[in-house]
T-cell receptor, first 113, second 113 residues
Framework: AQSVTQLDSHVSVSEGTPVLLRCNYS??????LFWYVQHPNKGLQLLLK??????LVKGINGFEAEFKKSETSFHLTKPSAHMSDAAEYFC???????????FGAGTRLAVHP | DVKVTQSSRYLVKRTGEKVFLECVQD?????MFWYRQDPGLGLRLIYF???????EKGDIPEGYSVSREKKERFSLILESASTNQTSMYLC????????????FGPGTRLLVL
């Protein structure tokens, strides 16, 4: 069975410093992987997705993620945090038929001035 | 533009009431999903549907049922609401093909008293 582990429940950074949100997955075959973001009182928005093309995936708002099969990781990074990046981030793996998604528990990102 | 709408943003119900949550998508998607979101648990799949009148149980279907009479509409039903069903409910839709993006509605925050 597929699963997703987000290694940090909370991450706090200063504005202008790099962001790293860590995600490990388990999958019996080549997965599709996603990062979604949820701002307070808003629905989920797709940041980026990996579907077996380039291993370095660029998303919206300057975020990117690298698929590392040997480490079963899909960490999300951004070179310079902005106050508007404060939100909850979910790492997600797509499982089998019908496009079912398995969500990690989420990482809450706080950005301080 | 992609659009998934949910009938209510906030709902307050009493224990034992029958509750209907409605979701409509305008993207002609085959797949539709209902999740609940609880702090520290991420999103958990309740039910999904891959076609009109078709439904499949997700990971936590107990206490819920669903209805899909039209392609664009997917309803979640709480037959007899209980306090442990107080949660945020999110609807999503996607094309049938595996790995395709799921698009989420804004969510319904349900409080059962």
């Amino acid at each position: 069975a597929q699963s997703v582990t987000q290694l940090d429940s909370h991450v706090s950074v200063s504005e202008g410093t790099p962001v790293l949100l860590r995600c490990n997955y388990s999958s019996s075959y080549s997965p599709s992987l996603f990062w979604y973001v949820q701002h307070p009182n808003k629905g989920l928005q797709l940041l980026l997705k990996y579907t077996s093309a380039a291993t370095l995936v660029k998303g919206i708002n300057g975020f990117e993620a690298e698929f590392k099969k040997s480490e079963t990781s899909f960490h999300l990074t951004k070179p310079s945090a902005h106050m508007s990046d404060a939100a909850e981030y979910f790492c997600v793996v797509s499982e089998g038929g019908y496009n079912k998604l398995i969500f990690g528990a989420g990482t809450r990102l706080a950005v301080h001035p | 533009d992609v659009k998934v709408t949910q009938s209510s943003r906030y709902l307050v119900k009493r224990t034992g009431e029958k509750v209907f949550l409605e979701c409509v998508q305008d993207m002609d998607h085959e797949n539709m999903f209902w999740y609940r979101q609880d702090p520290g648990l991420g999103l958990r799949l309740i039910y999904f549907s891959y076609d009109v009148k078709m439904k499949e149980k997700g990971d936590i279907p107990e206490g819920y049922s669903v209805s899909r009479e039209k392609k664009e509409r997917f309803s979640l039903i709480l037959e007899s609401a209980s306090t442990n069903q107080t949660s945020m409910y999110l609807c999503a839709s996607s094309h049938r093909q595996e790995g395709r993006t799921q698009y989420f509605g804004p969510g319904t925050r349900l409080l059962v008293l």
